[in-house]
Nanobody, 119 residues
């Protein structure tokens, strides 16, 4: 019943831009903190950015700060990740995550979308 569906990944040259989207259903979206994580082959899944339910608080991994922006549009039940000045080390599968504000569980994950920054 709860679903998170990512889209917007693809192949881009270094220095380029992509915008990822995550559309959710099955819960009260505005009550949930939303996050983006990424995982490269052979590496651990790592936090990229997060945003609180009302959109008033955000945080970013040091490696993406100043290049990536997380945002949400609660009326469309969608969270976005705008990625600019992309580097080869940004190549990974990007995942959307949801957890209710102020709680540790339950946690919901999307299936991921591939981002490849080539050469």
């Amino acid at each position: 019943q709860v679903q998170l569906v990512e889209s917007g990944g693809g192949l881009v040259q270094p220095g380029g831009s992509l915008k990822l989207s995550c559309v959710v259903s099955g819960f009260t979206f505005s009550s949930y903190t939303m996050s983006w994580y990424r995982q490269a082959p052979g590496k651990e899944r790592a936090l990229v950015a997060s945003i609180s339910g009302a959109g008033g608080s955000t945080n970013y991994a040091a490696s993406v700060k100043g290049r990536f922006t997380i945002s949400r549009e609660n009326g469309k039940k969608t969270v976005y990740l705008q990625m600019s000045s992309l580097k080869p080390e940004d190549t990974a599968v990007y995942y959307c995550k949801a957890v209710i504000d102020g709680r540790r569980y339950p946690v919901y994950w999307g299936q991921g979308t591939q981002v490849t920054v080539s050469s």
